[in-house]
């Protein structure tokens, strides 16, 4: 079973919400909290639901999206 950690450089997000819109679990928001560029950030919000599928990533005009995925063994 695959876990993945999805990181943002907030610092660089310029709030288009690309990533939000292709998001298959929903779960990229925009922050309430403003970046140095005067933007709203995404993040992420519950990592537990992240499937790892990146689209998020690919999606990001800015390669702002990092996707790690870590696997798992079950049993």
């Known amino acids: 079973m695959a876990r993945a ?11 288009c919400k690309l990533c ?17 560029m005067g933007f709203h950030p995404a993040i ?6 992240c499937t790892g599928c990146a689209l998020c990533a690919i999606m990001c ?3 702002v999206i990092e996707v790690a995925r870590e696997e798992k063994k079950v049993g």
Do not use: W, Y
């Not at 939000?20 to 140095?36: E, L």
């Open 20 to 36: 939000a819109s292709v998001c298959p679990k929903q779960i990229i928001k925009m922050a309430d909290h403003i970046n140095v």
């Open 44 to 49: 992420v919000e519950d990592q537990e639901k």
């Open 61 to 63: 005009p800015d390669l």
């Open 5 to 15: 950690q999805v990181t943002f450089r907030e610092d660089r997000c310029k709030g």
